[in-house]
């Protein structure tokens, strides 16, 4: 009989190690589960902490402009300022003005917008005693072509894009032009053309 109650005695000893070996196995597995949903989450956070950086890094720089200074200058080229900048920034930014500039065909002053060009003319590039006007500048209601867009050439009599287009090769070329006469050295300018716009253009 005592060995019968030694037996039992035993067999629930055995079965309570049993069941508390599985609880602290199922504690362990919760725990270790906790932790790895941490370790998701932790990851989960610092992506999308990561991804606003780096839309904000592929944002392109506000408040700056671009324009092409050229002519006159020691180091003509595209150049990038901050908006609001002048004219004089310009210069300065493209080393500044050579000896022969003739300093009083730019206007200095004159605020910049994003994507224009200026232009420094040297002495000789224009006839004497005439100043160049400026972009944006009116010359007595005619078109100054050595300041004229593609749009304000081809509002000229007998002038479209291609003809336009050559006029603006030609003024790069040559530097600008020293009278009206000289844009006939553009492709597809010829006498007939010239009669048309002559009393329309100036170079000052």
Request: with cysteine; aromatic share 2%; charged share 30%.
């Amino acid at each position: 009989m005592r060995v019968n109650k030694l037996t039992g005695i035993i067999l629930l000893l055995v079965m309570a190690a049993g069941l508390w070996g599985c609880k602290e196995k199922v504690v362990y597995q919760l725990e270790d589960a906790g932790e790895e949903a941490a370790v998701r989450e932790g990851t989960s956070e610092e992506e999308n902490e990561t991804e606003p950086e780096q839309e904000k890094e592929a944002e392109p720089e506000e408040g700056t402009i671009v324009v092409h200074v050229c002519g006159a200058v020691v180091h003509p080229g595209v150049y990038e300022l901050k908006a609001g900048s002048r004219a004089a920034q310009a210069v300065e930014a493209a080393g500044g003005l050579t000896e022969d500039a003739m300093e009083e065909s730019l206007n200095q002053a004159r605020l910049l917008s994003d994507g224009e060009q200026i232009r420094v003319f040297a002495a000789g590039e224009v006839q004497e005693g005439a100043v160049p006007a400026q972009e944006g500048e009116v010359s007595g209601g005619k078109v100054n072509i050595n300041t004229a867009d593609l749009e304000e050439l081809t509002s000229l009599n007998g002038i479209g894009e291609t003809k336009a287009k050559a006029i603006l090769a030609c003024r790069e070329e040559r530097g600008g032009f020293g009278k009206i006469e000289d844009i006939c050295e553009a492709d597809g300018i010829g006498e007939k053309t010239f009669e048309k716009i002559k009393d329309s253009i100036t170079v000052n």
